[in-house]
């Protein structure tokens, strides 16, 4: 039995963050209303619940899948020390191990160069990872048919132009495990500091509280509930940069699991998509409703694949310390 069954209970006192739900059985692309909603979403918090239930026979092997990372991810993470130190993160350009689990979509679908497969246990799971891939990309090539639909954009100018699964892309699973800590009962321990994501759209399952988000315009982090059978997608900052600012990308941060949760591990499973390598990080044309450029405002010139790599290594200093936040800033901007 899969352990979303035995989960001690979200508790009901904490400050929730509004997120909408989005139907996926509609589906988005044609349900015009549904994709109101999305864009309304993605211009407000950034965050939504996309729920994947009554939708085709695809989300429900999405949603087994996923099952099927939860169970593997303790295993994932309990391999000796040698074997991890052998695909350390920060020998292999963010892909590999450490405190977070990261797995190149390139190299499962052997598209690099020189795909770094991992340990025997990602091996073994290789037809796994690689359908849990293509069910991600095709869930968030319906979002940015969404989106591109409500910016106005025609086919030729579309985000999905930008996101082919066929192409070099920092796309990635990240697999994350915090074990329980033996320290004091209810003390906020971070998991993750505050950060917004680097890519495009973040498709994430976790099972536990912890997660937290900055809604726009307030001080008060609010907690992010698992919801069953819904995913939680977020906006990262090259939709951002994209839509010169229409589109948010939300500041969130994971702390201790809340109430008799903190007594479990917690694991998340996300789907981080992001623009195709050689793509320019700038305002798109083709959409009357992106701002234009500001009289002085000039653009940087960088590739997705050159700012992913600067975020990460900035990332790489500071990540687990809140106080160094500013240093790895993104596109975010705090409470504004
Ligand atoms: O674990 C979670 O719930 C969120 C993880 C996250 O924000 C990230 O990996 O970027
Ligand atoms: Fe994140």
């Known amino acids: 039995m899969s352990q979303s069954n035995e989960l001690p209970p979200f508790p009901e006192n904490l400050l929730i963050a509004p997120l909408r739900v989005i139907s996926y059985a509609k589906p988005v692309a044609v349900d015009l209303e549904e994709e109101i909603k999305l864009f309304q979403a993605s211009k407000g918090l950034g965050f939504f619940y996309l729920d994947l ?54 190299d499962i679908l052997s598209q690099s160069p020189h795909p770094i497969f991992g340990p025997a246990i990602l091996q073994n799971h290789h037809s796994l990872l690689r359908r849990y891939i293509e069910s991600a990309q095709s869930v968030h090539t319906v979002i940015l048919q969404g989106l591109s639909n409500q910016l106005g954009l025609s086919p030729e100018h579309s985000l999905i132009n930008l996101h082919r699964i066929s ?11 915090a074990p329980t800590s033996s320290s004091t ?49 977020n906006l990262g900052d090259a939709m951002v940069k994209f839509t010169n600012g229409l589109l948010r990308s939300n500041i969130h941060r994971v702390v201790s699991p809340p109430g008799s949760q903190a007594s479990l591990p917690r694991v998340s499973i996300v789907y981080f998509m992001r623009p195709d390598d050689d793509t320019e990080l700038k305002r798109l044309e083709g959409s009357e ?43 975010e901007a705090r409470a504004s």
Not at 191 to 205: M, N, Q, R, V, Y
Not at 313 to 320: A, D, E, I, Q, Y
């Open 53 to 106: 239930q009554h939708a085709s026979k695809k989300e429900e092997t999405l949603l087994s899948d996923v099952d099927r990372l939860f169970d593997m991810a303790p295993r994932f993470f309990a391999i000796s020390q040698e074997e991890k130190e052998k695909y350390d993160l920060t020998k292999n350009n963010g892909h590999g191990y450490k405190t977070l689990g990261q797995i190149s979509k390139d």
């Open 185 to 233: 009962p209810g003390e906020q321990r971070m998991k993750l500091g505050e950060h917004t994501d680097f890519g495009s759209l973040s498709l994430l399952f976790n099972r536990l509280g912890g997660l937290q988000v900055l809604p726009p315009g307030q001080t008060a982090w609010h907690y992010v509930r698992p919801m069953k059978g819904h995913a939680i997608v």
């Open 289 to 331: 409703l992106i701002p234009a450029l500001a009289q002085n405002q000039v653009e940087e010139v960088i590739t997705a694949k050159d700012w992913i790599q600067r975020r990460f290594v900035m990332r790489m200093k500071g990540f687990f310390s809140p106080e160094t936040w500013t240093q790895t800033l993104g596109t």
């Open 167 to 177: 192409q070099p892309s920092g796309d990635q699973i990240r697999i994350t495990y």
